[in-house]
């Protein structure tokens, strides 16, 4: 069975992956002139596996008033006032209970665990390095009551074999001696000996290149996407304005970008763009090995080889830049402040960056099938993409089988045609 995948990052090159392992031909196709170059490239470099909490929490309520007043550094809120956007934020306000968070949470720390499984099995068959370490993560906490909530939260990871140990400041220096130069105060960490670090820009390279050495899939790059290819309740490809691509199966990982195309069809998916940043600097005096989150101040700090991936906030603004270079200057202050020896932050080339990530009501991905014959989703993976990619990628594929196996034995292959490349749903 053919199938384009549209979207070459992390998500859809790993959805094609399975795709491809499971025995079909596979068309990538993107828009980008190269893999990995939007929510991808230069993200805060986390796989974090115990860590999966939603933002649609009853304690994300309590921000509301600073929210209103501007007064949160972390998280911006302007975005243009849609209709689309009223949908998504009633359906997130629907889910800031407590039942709603703890389901969450859980759906996709089961995801994590598998998706870590995943990755492991997968290095050994890539044999090159995307700056991957078994690096262990802290989070420090600046309250007794966020304490407290770590310790609930661990407890149900326990269940599902996940170490997300609370400890004290002393027993988290012991652990990671660079954060002795941070300015706290801190009342304690969580650790997590089992959550790693990777480039996904480099992964997804890496993999791509795999995938048209080793199953001949086809990248067309960029190629603009105006549309899909529909005959009654069925998707037969993918319109670009290169010419159009027939496809017995179309699977869409545009991120924040799949709305917009799926609307084109008739279906409705609750995604919103929320903007995060990064900054990539050379090593300060004392560069953690572990990976470090700042909980109250929101911001990452991960070393991927000889440079410390910097990266943090969440800004509602749609699809808006303009405040980029503000919201990048903060962040910086911001890490320069908490984590003076961390890294080189008078460095001018700081490889400055902002994404898109693809946010959905409760936090989960969309995976699955659509109301349309041969229409597939694997998107609003939020700020777990790298995380949960590659589970959800099998989950995909799985979804999938069904369609396939019904494609395979009641219709013949459909003949494809490719431009020239360059280098829970509702209705």
Known sequence: MHVAVLGAGVVGVTTAHYLAEAGHDVTIIDQAAAV????????????????????????????????????????????????DL??????????????SAAASTRANLELAVRSAQLLRDLRNELRADFHYRQAGKLILLSTDRELDDARRASEVK??????????????????????????????????SPGDDIGDSAEFSELLAERLEQKHGARFMLGA?????????????????????????????????WSPALLGK???????????????????GRTMPSASVTDYGRRFVMGRLGE??????????????????AARLA??????????????????????????????????????GPTRLDG???????????????????????DAMAPYAHSYRKDRTAAPVTTAAPSSSIST
């Open 330 to 367: 903060q962040l910086l202050d911001t890490a320069r402040t908490a984590a003076p020896e961390a890294a080189d932050y008078g460095c001018a080339d700081n490889h400055a960056w902002g994404g898109y990530r693809p946010m959905t009501p409760d936090g989960r991905p969309i995976v």
């Open 86 to 99: 009223v949908r998504w934020g009633l359906g997130f306000l629907g889910k800031c209970t407590r039942r």
């Open 158 to 191: 326990a269940e599902l074999g996940v170490r997300a140990n609370v400890v004290s400041f002393e027993e988290a220096l012991e652990i990671e001696p660079a954060i002795g130069a941070m300015q706290g105060p801190y009342a304690g960490a969580v650790y």
């Open 265 to 283: 069809v008739g279906i409705r998916i609750l995604v919103t763009p929320v903007r995060g940043y990064s900054l990539t600097l050379p090593p």
């Open 36 to 83: 990995a170059r939007e929510c991808s490239a230069a993200n805060g470099a986390q796989l974090s596996y115990s860590y999966t909490e939603v933002m649609a929490s009853p304690s994300f309520l309590l921000k509301l008033p600073g929210l209103a007043a501007g007064t949160d550094a972390a998280i911006q809120v302007r975005p243009p006032l849609t209709m």
């Open 307 to 324: 440079k410390m991936r910097i990266a943090g906030y969440a800004d509602f603004v749609g699809f808006a830049t303009r405040k980029d």
């Open 375 to 397: 229409l597939f989703v694997n998107t609003g993976h939020g700020t777990l993409g790298w995380t949960l990619a590659l589970a959800s990628a099998e989950q995909l594929v």
């Open 224 to 256: 603009v996407i105006t549309g899909l290819i529909r005959e009654r309740d069925a998707i037969l490809g993918v319109r670009t304005a290169s010419g159009d691509i027939e496809a017995d199966a179309v699977v869409v990982c545009l991120g924040a």
